[in-house]
């Protein structure tokens, strides 16, 4: 290895080798950090994604090897009024759901932004819904929602005596729905609450105070500062929101698995009822497949939405 002598003191450095250099070299050490992420991403996000969109276009069964067949199982859905249902419901539950649980979870995060005592217990209770295991929620659920056992019932026939039978909420397809549309915004609220709360806490107490000098009233303090300070968080979150939603399975399967009469069926409840219970797996695959269109739609209308905000907000400053 090379050396280097000050001729002043006569000192020798040593020069760094090509391992030293190589770890001073800033791409290279990003491409290492990202690393075994992009390879846990490969293992489990981009084979299973390829896989399923290459068995999409063939006739493979449980236990049966298939051919490539085109498009036929996608045609085949296209004439399936049970795909259509599936579609109306997933699209019907994100939207319904989405609006519900963006409007209780940005109240219940201003709420939340005050300061009132044990605030930080109350934020931390906020959290249970969210992190509680999906399946015990849907337990809870079903029996709230039990025809003879329903709590919501009891209180409706035998205490208030509103109604003189009790409601069999999961037995007929449009008090079913409502049913887990209402449990899903329950479990989302939290994540939704908290997610905005943290927006709330960057945005500086002194415009407020400017504004309340200025004579503002509290609709126009969140209208003209609120609002739109909170637009690109609201727009990631609404972006996870409408995919946690549109995709949502644990829920919808273990408290209806799709019924009554198959009236509630989201798209990935369906692909498993046709990919895993019927064995269809290239059928089951279509059905998957075709939820990727509403996603990346779901996705892109976020991400221009936010960009022309923010494409707004810069021509306002200039």
Known sequence: ???????????????????????DYKPFLIV?????????????????LGLGVWLAFTDTTIGQRGIFIGLENFQYLLKDPLWWNAVFYSVFYTAIATIGKFALGFWLALLLNNHFPLKSLLRAIVLLPWIVPTVLSALAFWWIYDPQFSIISYLLVDVLHIRSTYIDFLGTPWPARFSLIAANIWRGI?????????????????LYEAAMLDGATAWQRFRYITLPMM????AIVMTFSIIFTFTDFQLVYAITRG????????????????????????????????????LVFATLFSYFGLARRKWQQGEAND
């Open 259 to 294: 019924g009554p009469v198959n009236s509630t069926h989201l798209l990935a409840t369906l692909a498993f009822q046709r990919g895993i219970a019927g064995g269809e797996l290239g059928e089951g695959a279509a059905i998957a497949v075709s939820m990727i269109p509403f």
């Open 1 to 23: 290895m090379s050396v280097t002598t000050l001729p002043s003191r006569g000192v020798a450095l040593r020069q760094p080798g090509w391992i030293a250099r190589l770890l």
């Open 231 to 234: 637009m690109p968080i609201l």
């Open 32 to 48: 290492m950090c990202l690393a075994p992420a992009i390879g846990l991403l490969t293992v489990f996000l981009t084979y299973p």
């Open 190 to 206: 939290p994540f939704v609450a908290i997610s905005l709360l943290a927006g709330l806490q960057t945005i500086s107490p002194s």
